[in-house]
């Protein structure tokens, strides 16, 4: 995911992925630094380009039930 | 003319049945010259983790017996097929191409999607190669038919594989994230991706229960539509025929986004078939989807967040068992266990949005199918695992998802074909988006693009350097 603007500044990123290389270490002591950042790192910037998009609970529901059909539940 | 055991192979499903019917071959006959096919290239292509033969030649001669009495369970009655190695097949073991898994039993029950095929006389000559856990695109050890030097894509690549060579005229792949249509693009053949939803996805191993879909891979899209009717059939669904469209498609071209970073070879042949589109009447719309992009994060996050789910109780219970994941797939699980449920919930959420963006982009442009390329390269060297020539850094399993993946988020039906070559000679493929609910008119268009660009007929070099004893007659 490397094609995104990311909302996240760069200490916040540094955060995320120092706790999440934390918590990986718990249950895969060997796992490689370089990909817990990189998974952190995708990770922030897809979730930066969601918040840009307008969920308010007014145009999209607060529950996450999902059809495929184009006539359930349209936000517009 | 004298019928060799290549010859069979290389008919379409309708032919094949056609000929079981008239006594011309039988499916024994079928059966054994797609065994031998196996013997001949899995010493390269590796896309089998277990060939089911007894119980193959049973069921071959079952089908022999009752085509010989009448009695007719439709279109693959007889057909060899492959199925993934993370679906159920009663009597072998599902071991999902993990070492976590080695000691798998022989599943009890086959899939629903599995009983149905054999339900309808498909002969299942064996289980074929997946990424561990259906979690990529490489699928290891199985290799490109193309170039065996090169991976076949993934996660169902041992599925793509064994259609490609022929060893199989259909195998069943599963889609997450892509995992149907990539594997169908590196190895040039067609791929179809149901509807989220649409067929029963029991007795599959899940990777993210939000996304997963199971569906066929094929030669081409006309037999794929024939193992589509049976899958259909066996989930109890209705059925529509696939008649030739009343008009000329109209087509839509998401530039942005779908267009860019892709290696040139793969521009040149995805161009040049929509041209030939344009030149055989086809009305190819510009149709911009802002929300491609966020479609991807969707599908990225949800999947993400399920696969660890998904592991959790082996990573946390069960540590020895976890050390035999491979590295990677362990990095995904760990990792997606601590993703914050806000951002869970917020893709979920935000899944609507570009549902609806599609949807709308459909009625606005009166589309029967949104066409893009499927991956931005074509089959990359199994000795060197990156992305190369697009112009964007990014990793295999980034990349090679990068254009499927809004799909899975929108649940819409996709039906993955190829297109061309690029100057290596490898595969490009183009995918082809449609109404979810409509499968059959997404099949119609599908069939009329392959016409135009009648690349179908194409088959890998290999199959030109196969021992001469593959090609002797069929013993009647």
Sequence with gaps: MNDGASSHTMPERDDFSRDMLLRVREVDPVADADAVRRYAREIAEADAMLQALDLDPSSVPLDVSFSPDWNHGRTT | ?476
């Design chain 2, 1 to 476: 003319m004298t019928q060799t055991s290549s010859d069979l192979l290389e008919l379409s499903i309708q032919e094949l049945g056609a000929g079981f019917r008239q006594k011309r071959w039988s499916p024994l006959e079928v059966a054994r010259a797609s065994l031998s096919r196996i013997e001949a290239t899995e010493p390269q292509l590796h896309a089998w983790v277990e060939i089911d033969t007894d119980r193959a030649l049973a069921s071959a001669a079952q089908a022999e017996r009752e085509i010989a009495s009448g009695q007719d369970r439709g279109p693959l009655h007889g057909v060899p097929i492959g199925i993934k190695d993370i679906y159920d097949v009663a009597g072998l073991p599902t071991r999902c191409g993990s070492e976590a898994r080695a000691d798998a039993p022989a599943a009890t029950a086959s899939a629903p999607s599995v009983a149905g095929l054999q339900a309808g006389g498909a002969v299942v000559l064996g289980k074929t190669v997946t990424q561990e856990f259906a979690a990529g695109t490489i699928s290891p050890p199985a290799r490109n038919p193309w170039d065996p030097a090169r991976i076949p894509g993934g996660s169902s690549g041992g599925s793509a594989a064994a259609v490609a060579i022929g060893a199989c005229y259909g195998a069943m792949g599963s889609d997450t994230g892509g995992s149907i249509r990539i594997p169908a693009a590196a190895c040039g053949v067609s791929g179809f991706k149901p509807a989220f939803g649409e067929l029963d996805v029991a007795g599959v191993f899940p990777l993210s229960w939000s996304l997963d879909t199971v569906g066929p891979i094929a030669r081409t899209v006309d037999d794929t539509w024939r193992m589509w009717q049976v899958l259909q059939t066996g989930a109890g669904l209705r059925q529509r025929a696939m008649e030739d469209p009343k008009s000329p498609p109209r087509i839509g071209i998401a530039r942005r986004f779908f267009f860019e970073w892709l290696q040139p070879g793969v521009r040149d042949a995805v161009e040049d078939a929509i041209a030939r589109l344009t030149e055989n009447g086809m009305t190819i719309v510009a149709s911009p989807w802002p929300d491609a992009a966020a479609a991807r994060a969707c599908a990225f996050l949800i999947n993400r967040v399920e696969t660890a789910s998904v592991h959790e109780r082996v990573a946390v219970e069960e540590p020895e068992r976890f050390s035999r994941y491979g590295a990677e797939l362990r990095v995904r699980i760990a990792a997606g266990r601590t993703v914050p449920a806000t951002i869970y919930t917020r893709a979920m959420r935000a899944r609507r949005i570009v549902k609806d963006s599609v949807a709308q982009l459909f009625d606005q442009h009166r589309l029967d199918a949104l066409l893009a390329p499927t991956l931005p390269t074509t089959a990359i060297p199994a000795d060197r695992l990156v992305i190369e020539g697009t112009g964007l850094d990014e990793s295999v399993g980034a990349g090679w998802t990068r254009l499927t993946m809004p799909f899975n988020a929108t649940g819409q039906p996709v039906l993955a074909l190829p297109c061309g070559l690029d100057p290596l000679g490898l595969p490009v493929g183009i995918q082809l988006a449609g109404r979810p609910g409509d499968e059959a008119s997404l099949f119609q268009v599908a069939r009329a693009v392959e016409r135009v660009l009648d690349f179908h007929r194409a088959r890998p070099p290999l199959l030109r350097s196969l021992a001469p004893a593959e090609f002797n007659e069929v013993p009647r």
